[in-house]
């Protein structure tokens, strides 16, 4: 189970911290993805990293704004986001399993999302 956490409003500039949990069963050997959803459009890829951490990958419009971590001695994945647009209005999921990949298809366990707001 996951449980994502740390979403709200914030100004453009501005800055917040997703976090991702997962319960029962450990995360440590599953690839992470974070992944958003705006009102009418599709899910998008936001960022992904490695079971191990060694391996990050984001989509271009979070490049040098968002940094994704993790800490597996907590079975915890993160997202921080830096920068924030009002483009990055969305609903953010966190999601496990399956291989390396930034599509969505590719995860078995899904959280259930915390949203984001940035107003201009």
């Known amino acids: 189970q996951l449980q994502a956490s740390g979403g709200g409003l914030v100004q453009a500039g501005g800055s917040l911290r997703l976090s991702c949990a997962a319960s029962?069963?450990?995360?440590?050997?599953?690839?992470m993805g974070w992944f958003r959803q705006a009102p009418g459009k599709e899910r998008e890829f936001v960022a992904g990293?490695?079971?191990?951490?060694?391996?990050?990958t984001y989509v271009d419009s979070v490049k040098g704004r968002f940094t994704v971590s993790r800490d597996n001695a907590k079975n915890t994945v993160y997202l921080q986001m830096n920068s924030l647009k009002p483009e990055d209005t969305a609903v953010y999921y966190c999601?496990?399993?399956?291989?390396?990949?930034?599509?969505?298809?590719?995860?078995?366990?899904w959280g259930q999302g915390t949203q984001v707001t940035v107003s201009s």
């Open positions: 999601a496990a399993g399956g291989p390396y990949s930034n599509d969505y298809r590719d995860y078995v366990f």
């Open positions: 990293i490695s079971w191990n951490g060694g391996r990050t």
């Open positions: 029962g069963r450990t995360s440590n050997s599953y690839n």
